[in-house]
């Protein structure tokens, strides 16, 4: 039986903390791409290494989670999709600390003009994700309280969507000063950055099913 | 040869907890929450203890049913019985070993020219008919009050699931104990007028003469749940399994309530003390009440499609193994009176009620044979704990092991 409480506090503690990161994540995503449109560079630097450490232990924390999970046969009905959701949402901070990685490396050029438009969809993008976490840690303690949450997930999905489609209208339709190298790479920045929301999206329709199931 | 006679007895009781440990553990093992083998060891233990201790109350009921007065017979009824167990498991059909048995003691009955007490008969059926009901109230009872303090406490999923875990092994030992409560006059109850052995002293109490066969009795049903009840567990528990884990765990709950009430002198006794009518000690159907419970909860959960036709097999069930087992034992004891000339039981009347006591097997012989039958399965029971230990010790130390190395190699 004391097998069973430790178990159970060790892996509560560690979901926990993989939500912590994950919140984090998105957090230290969102600076970072302001810090790189607003040309601060160390700071832009010092939160590529932060997500990189934050997505590590991550993955980490996620395999543990799995591992103790099949191990002790913890919530051996619900445990595949528990499973996979936590997958799915370590996706989101994989991609964010991709998209950090990729403007490291391209350094896209992007026009000032558009600082604006790239801020407000970092933040719809972020605000998808960091809405999600909050209705994933409800499903463990409040399950009759997950869709609720994600409304507001399925919220700033919509609006990310909006958001990008502006700034590919802003690029491909009112800036002609721009070649096609160019417009393709930052349309390409933008799917990037599009896509931690599109996860957001993916894991809430995960969590959506399972706080139904959970509950009949 | 006395021995012999009762190997029906045994075969019934070991059928008994190959099929009906299912009722008692399947839901947590079919759901893996539980392992077999911890289970198979809480319920044998639990249902010994339960035989021992409780076993009196439901095997008077029987004993009044039909006073069995000669070994053959018991042995005939009992086999009789476990054949019946046999054949309707062996077409899938619905049985319960509590109407086989009663089957078979009206068979004995109508053999022997006994008259069949219809009080206590009529007892017996209202039982099979309440047991479920009862079931399926206690089920939607205690999942109400389950329910809201999950809900009001806002506990942990992974914290709620580790209470449901330890909450299916109490529920499952408390109905492994209900279940050799209830059920060991099934098994026993029949060759309870045949033997009065001498009190066994085991140093802190006494075992009695019927307390000794009940433990015989509790032995074979756990030797079933050893040797058999996995592959019953793992299929038929598997039913019972898409409830969820408090639903499972309610459902065992309920279930142990009804069998142990049903088996409860103590609680008889109180209710007469607080001016209630006295509960009938009487061996009801583990399966049959399980059904009521999950059908239960199913109601309260607004489950519309209610499987009409598992409640009809029951209410089936109810007729055709009595019958068939009762037809079976009649024939039986024909065959063994006249073939093999063996004393199957004769009609009490009130110059014989004297008389009844005197055919009963004693002597300090059998008393011995049984305490070494006793010593034997306990220091057997306790080399198997040690080794179960010893095993699960080493498995743990190679987990670990294995663990630490993963982690170490880990990027």
Same mark, same amino acid.
Not at chain 1, 31 to 49: I, S, V, W
């Given at each position: ?24 994540g998105?957090l ?19 939160h590529?290494?932060?997500?990189d ?5 991550a ?35 994989d ?7 990729e ?34 840690r ?26 990008a ?22 349309r ?8 931690i ?20 | 040869?006395? $021995?012999?006679?009762?190997? +029906?007895?045994?075969?019934? %009781?070991?059928? &008994? =907890? /190959?099929?009906? @440990? ?22 044998s ?21 039909g ?5 053959g ?27 086989a ?14 008259k069949t007490?219809?009080?206590? $008969?009529s007892?017996?059926? +209202?039982?099979?008919?309440? %047991?479920?009901? &009862? =079931? /399926?109230?206690? @089920? ?9 303090i ?20 109490i529920?499952?030992?408390?109905g ?8 060991i ?27 000794q066969?009940?433990?015989i ?26 409830? +969820? ?8 709950? /309920?279930q142990?309530?009804?069998?142990f009430?049903f088996s ?29 419970c ?45 073939i ?21 097997? +004693? ?33 743990m ?14 990027p």
């Amino acid at each position: 039986m004391a097998l069973f409480t430790r178990t159970t506090k060790n892996l509560i503690i560690r979901i926990d903390e993989f939500f912590d990161n994950i919140d984090l994540g998105v957090l230290v995503f969102r600076e970072g791409l302001k810090a790189y449109l607003e040309k601060d560079m160390d700071t832009f630097e010092r939160h590529l290494h932060k997500i990189d450490s934050l997505e590590n232990r991550a993955d980490k924390l996620q395999r543990e989670i799995e591992n103790e999970m099949i191990t002790h046969s913890i919530l051996p009905q619900h445990r595949e999709e528990v499973v996979k959701l936590i997958d799915v949402i370590d996706e989101i901070i994989d991609s964010a600390k991709s998209s950090l990685n990729e403007i490291n490396i391209e350094r896209p050029d992007i026009p000032a003009a558009l600082n604006k438009n790239f801020i407000a969809l970092s933040e719809a993008s972020a605000n998808t994700a960091a809405e999600l976490v909050p209705a994933a840690r409800a499903y463990f303690r409040t399950p009759y309280t997950v869709r609720e949450n994600l409304l507001k997930v399925y919220y700033y999905e919509t609006e990310t969507d909006k958001v990008a489609l502006g700034i590919k209208k802003i690029i491909f339709q009112e800036m002609p000063e721009l070649d096609l190298a160019r417009k393709n790479h930052l349309r390409y920045i933008i799917s990037h950055i599009e896509n931690i929301s599109d996860l957001a999206q993916k894991a809430a329709d995960i969590l959506s099913g399972m706080a139904i199931k959970i509950l009949i | 040869m006395i $021995l012999l006679f009762l190997t +029906s007895g045994l075969f019934l %009781g070991w059928s &008994l =907890g /190959a099929n009906d @440990a299912s009722n008692v553990f399947g839901s947590a093992v079919g759901s893996r929450m539980v392992t077999f083998r911890k289970a198979a060891i809480i319920a044998s233990v639990a249902v010994i203890f339960g035989a021992v201790i409780q076993g009196a109350g439901a095997s008077d009921t029987l004993g009044k049913l039909g006073s069995v007065n000669a070994l053959g017979g018991a042995f005939t009824l009992a086999l009789a019985a476990a054949v019946t167990v046999y054949v309707m498991t062996k077409f899938s059909l619905p049985v319960s070993t509590t109407q086989a048995i009663v089957g078979a003691i009206i068979g004995w009955n109508i053999f022997t020219g006994n008259k069949t007490d219809a009080g206590t $008969l009529s007892k017996i059926v +209202s039982t099979w008919v309440t %047991g479920p009901i &009862l =079931g /399926a109230l206690f @089920a939607i009872l205690l999942y109400v009050i389950i329910i809201r303090i999950k809900k009001a406490s806002k506990i942990h999923i992974f914290r709620f699931e580790s209470y449901i875990r330890t909450g299916l092994i109490i529920a499952g030992a408390f109905g492994a104990y209900s279940l050799g409560a209830n059920n060991i006059a099934n098994v026993m109850g029949v060759f309870l007028p045949s033997f009065n052995l001498e009190p066994l002293d085991l140093g802190l109490f006494f075992l009695y003469s019927d307390q000794q066969l009940f433990l015989i009795g509790g032995l074979a049903i756990a030797a079933g749940i050893i040797t058999y009840s996995k592959k019953v567990m793992e299929t038929v528990g598997g039913n019972i399994v898409d409830l +969820s884990p408090e639903g499972a765990m309610v459902v065992v709950l /309920a279930q142990s309530l009804v069998l142990f009430i049903f088996s409860s002198s103590g609680l008889s006794s109180f209710f007469v003390r607080s001016g209630l009518p006295p509960i009938p000690m009487v061996p009801v159907s583990s399966s049959q009440v399980i059904v009521g419970c999950v059908i239960g909860i199913g109601l309260y959960k607004g489950v519309r499609n209610i499987n009409f036709k598992l409640l009809g097999q029951i209410a089936i069930g109810w007729l055709s193994t009595p019958v068939m087992s009762g037809i079976l034992a009649f024939f039986s004891l024909f065959f063994i009176k006249n073939i093999f000339g063996i004393d199957v039981g004769y009609k009490i009347t009130d110059e014989n009620l004297q008389t009844v006591t005197a055919t009963v097997y +004693s002597g300090s012989n059998m008393s011995l044979i049984f305490k070494y039958i006793l010593l034997g399965a306990t220091a057997s029971g306790i080399i198997a704990a040690l080794l179960y230990y010893l095993f699960e010790r080493k498995k743990m130390k190679e987990f670990r092991l294995a663990e630490k190395k993963f982690w170490k190699n880990m990027p």
